[in-house]
Each structure stands twice: as structure tokens, then as C-alpha cells.
């Protein structure tokens, strides 16, 4: 089927106003010479056009001229019709200056440059990869073309720059590209605007203070508080880099310390429970074969480490939970048929921690800390870490003994974690930065990995941050 018209008619199909068909291939009615429309045999839809002659300036030497050197046939992938295919046959006047003899192509509404995509097609191939989940194959599907096209014009058109440095930056390392130098990338965040100020291949501190030293010092001295997690060597880069910056280490990852070293206490009390449980498991086998039973005193201790084994498996997340339900003695009990009795998620938690006396302290240890973190004014912090750091060094647990030595490690920024930023009027932590890490991880994910830093990084930038500016 072919349709042909000229401008001056209506469109065949009466359904379709000319005007309208025309703006959807981004055309002026007055700048159409000759249009025409067919399918071919592969049912993509075929547009023909030709361009009024114009007047236009050589770019050499700026003169006029309508002087038609000859043409050439473009073919130019248009998207606006999906899921049809549609490819735009431009024939392309090349035009000849009469003063210096250059010559060159008439403008024209459909392409940017040598690309073979109409603007449209890559206005909407750049806002699909805005998505981290995207990739360049799906796209491609989408929009009727290669990969590497679609690559080539993200290539072209998305090429992001350090963004300034900001007065509180956020420092935090993912797993999501693999080089010869680290497996992480380093993440820099503004985060008073919550915008990824730049991603870096490496962590490691020789890469991390050649990229800082090449930033003018005027502008390192802007940044007045560095939050990072416990890796010395951000500590370390920060200190030497920004010389106005107030140290903080991240709450979270404190925390998350601690919560390892109290699970391995609950880990090591399961697992003991579980050796009395299979030992005398073993010896009960024994027994019967001889028609005897376990004495009265390990029936007991069975049953016990039995019940034990079970709370310590299933009940773990009681521990470190926030729900309301763990503190409320009169909440609505339930049958368990295991434990044999009706208890609620508190009777629960106390049975845990009365299991054993080190998993008791634990626990009662890490409340305290968790309540520090919760309550404790900046004016106070000084005084109450140093309270706890003594507690976790009497500590009959082994695991506390060794977190009090993290804390003196990181004492000085655990308690700059209390001071609230004054532009903001709120404590500084790497939360904003672990969901963005989460983000990038999808895009990775989505994509299975990558091997060109500088696309991946223009992908993370330009998915993360809402005013990358597009190259047009």
C-alpha cells in the first residue's frame, strides 16, 4: 500500500488531519515539498520526504546560497510509531556555496549530525535508560535497532562531569564493577541534595588521593563534614584532603558491628545446645536397641536443649527487632506447640536470653548502645562512649571485648555522629547513600555487569541524578 500526497492536500485518511501526522515526525506543513507513505514487505512503515528548497549559510564563510549541489538518500530510524517499525527515506539536498565552493548538507528537522536515529528516536532511547533497570537490548527491541546503536547514542549523548564538591559529603563503597585494580566502586554523595557527586573504579587510598589532589584546593575546603563507614582508609583520605571537614562515622555500620558480635554469641549458644541435642539423640538410639530409655535427669536435658535449639533458631529476630509486640508482657498469647504453652513474642525473649548468662549480657549490652544512639545529646556523647566502652571491656564476652576495641578505634567520629548539621538541622549517616548503592547494584544486575567504566559510570550518573544534561 502506498499513500502519496502533497502538502497543499488533505491525508487520504480523513480520521488523520494532516497537520497532526506531520508534527508527529516532527515536520512544518509549510517545509514539506513531498511526502509519501508505504509498507514494506516486512509490514514496517516506509515515510518518503523531500524538503522545500531554503536559503542557507555556507559554514565556512557565511554566504547565501540555493545552489543544489546534488542528493542523497538517508535512511533515518523514527520511534514515534511503536511497536511499528518506521524508518524516515530523507532524500538530502547537498548544497554548494558560490564564494569558496564548500559543501554541505541542508538542515533538516529529522537528525542531529551522521547519526542514522531520528532526534526523536533518541530523545526517547536517552529517557527509557533514565531507568537502572533498562537495558541497552531491551531498549533496542523496543526501538527497532541494535544494542550497539543504542550504546553509541548513549555514548554521544550522555557525558557527565564531576559535579562540585558539597559541604557534606557521603563516602561509600559497592560491589559492582570489577576492574584490575578493585572490585568496588567508591560512591560520593551530596547529601544535603541528595545527588551522586561522582563514582570512582577504585577504593584504595593512592587512587582516592590522586583524584582529591586534582580538585583545586579552594574547593576541597568546602567540605566541612565526611561521612563514611568503618574503613580506615576514608578516615584517612578525608583528613588529609579536606582540611575543614569534621569527621563521622556511619551509625549504622556501629551497629551492625555490634549485631555480629551478638549473633556469634547466640550462634555459639545454639550450636551447644544442638551438640547436647544430638548427643543424647544418639545415645536414646542406643538404648532402645538395648529396649532401655534415657534416665529421668537427660530426658530433661534433652527436652530442654531441644526447646532451646529452637528458640535460638526460629526466634533469633527478637534479639534486634523493633516491634512493639517483643516489649509488651500483656499482648495476645498463642499456643506453641513445640514449647508446649501459650506465650507471646515477650515471653519469648525472656526465655531466650535466660538460655545462657553471656547471651543475657550481650543483649543487655546491646540495648544499651542502641539507646545511646537513640538518646544521647551531643554535649553527653563524650562521656557516655567512654562509659561504654569500659562496660564492653569488663564484658565477660569475648566478641564485646573486641568491640570496645572498635569503638576506641573510631571514637572521635562516633561521637561527630551526634553533631547536627546546621544547614540542615539533622545528624549526618550514610542511609542516602546505602539506597543508592541499592539502585546501582540493579543497574549492574539488570545488565550482567559491565566492562566499559566510562559507559557504566555515565549510566550510574545519569540514572541516579535527574539533571544530567543531554548532548543534543
Known sequence: MVVSFMPNHDLAAPSLPLKDFLSAFGLDHANIKDISISHDDSNSLCVYVELNIREHFCPVCNASTTKVKGYQLKKINHSVLNPVPCTIHYRARRFLCPVCGKTFYEHNPFVSGNL???????????????????????????????????????????????????ECLCFDETYAFKSRDSDYVCVLLDYYDKKIVDVLPS????????????????????????????????RDVAKLMF?????IVDKFHVLQELSRKVTRVRIDVMNQNKKIKDDLIKKQRLLKQNQDSLSPEDDVKLKNAQCNYYLLKKFDFVLFSNDPRISDPNHEKRFNRVLNRYCNLNDIYHMIIAIDPLLEEAVEIKDIIHLFYKNTLYKDAKKDLEDIIILCRSSHVKGLQDFSNTLTQWKQEIINSFIKIPSINRKMNNALIENRNKTIKLLKHSSNGYTNWNRFRARVLYSLNDDIPIKL
Do not use: G
Open 116 to 166: 542514522k536515529a531520528s532526534v526523536a528516536t533518541v530523545y526517547n532511547v536517552l529517557n527509557e535508560l533514565r531507568r537502572p533497570q533498562a537495558t541497552f537490548s531491551y531498549v533496542a527491541d523496543k526501538y527497532h535497532m541494535s544494542a550497539s546503536s543504542v550504546a553509541n547514542i548513549f555514548d554521544h549523548h550522555i557525558q557527565p562531569k564531576r559535579r562540585s564538591l558539597p
Open 203 to 234: 577504593r584504595r587510598r593512592r587512587y582516592l588521593v590522586d583524584y582529591f589532589y586534582n580538585i583545586p584546593l579552594s574547593e576541597r575546603k568546602k567540605v566541612k563534614y565526611v561521612s563514611f563507614d568503618m574503613w580506615c582508609t576514608y
Open 243 to 247: 582540611p575543614n571537614c569534621v569527621c
